[in-house]
């Protein structure tokens, strides 16, 4: 097979393999990150080949999902491109391309690729604007967690696997700061428009909250 039918192999593989996944993790999630990673690595000079399958197994097995396991992706991804007669060379980069790729764990980590850092910005993009709005109440949902509670302090200090108590607390305590830790800079001109608008949901939120379009 050649690159672009692994690639579209590999996207029949993920969509059926996310199939019924409902917590903002899901098959759109996986579309959207690997269109952006496909736009961020033409413009940064990425290789393509290896940004897009990154973005389309970066959340096949997700740690959070496997009981803590931030090997079981690698693992799935090595056993899926293995499978279908992929590289070593081509699966390691693909693996270390995914490592990072967490928002919890974001960093500028010294040996990343340039490659792990269009995946990552990529998919950092989902928690910016009016999609990240969708997903992060979706998510919280899915955890149970309420929307906002008025009685927790905004400005706690924040363990890096800590979880948000609400879903709002998330927005301040992980999504704001994501425009200045994206890596390239195409992904952080994206970002721009995104978060503003991000931060106008959240104006409109506190003034519905406190009533204050009632007066």
């Keep these: ?35 952006a990673a496909a736009y961020i690595g033409r413009k940064e000079g990425a290789n393509l080949f290896i940004v897009e399958l990154g973005a389309l197994l970066h959340d096949i097995a997700d740690w959070k999902f496997h009981g803590g396991d931030r090997t079981a992706n690698s693992r799935a991804i090595q056993e899926y491109l293995t499978t279908i007669g992929v590289d070593e060379t081509t699966i390691a980069r693909v693996c270390e391309a995914v490592k990072h790729v967490s928002l919890k764990g974001i960093a500028n980590q010294p040996d990343m690729s340039l490659e792990a850092k269009v995946v990552q910005d990529a998919d950092s993009l989902e928690a910016i604007g009016a999609i990240a709005v969708a997903r992060t109440f979706i998510w919280g949902g899915y955890k149970k967690k309420p929307i906002y509670d008025p009685s927790i302090p905004m400005g706690r200090k924040v363990e890096a696997y800590a979880e948000s108590p609400t879903s709002i ?37 506190f003034t519905e909250w406190q009533g204050k379009d009632l007066r």
């Design 1 to 35: 097979m050649n690159n672009r039918q692994i690639v579209y192999l590999t996207s029949d593989y993920v969509k059926t393999k996310l199939q019924g996944e409902t917590t903002g993790h899901d098959w759109w999630h996986t579309v959207n990150v690997q269109r």
């Design 169 to 205: 607390h998330y927005f301040y305590e992980r999504l704001v700061h994501l425009k200045d830790r994206l890596h390239t800079a195409t992904a952080r001109k994206i970002a721009e428009k995104r978060h503003r608008f991000m931060q106008q949901f959240l104006q409109q939120f």
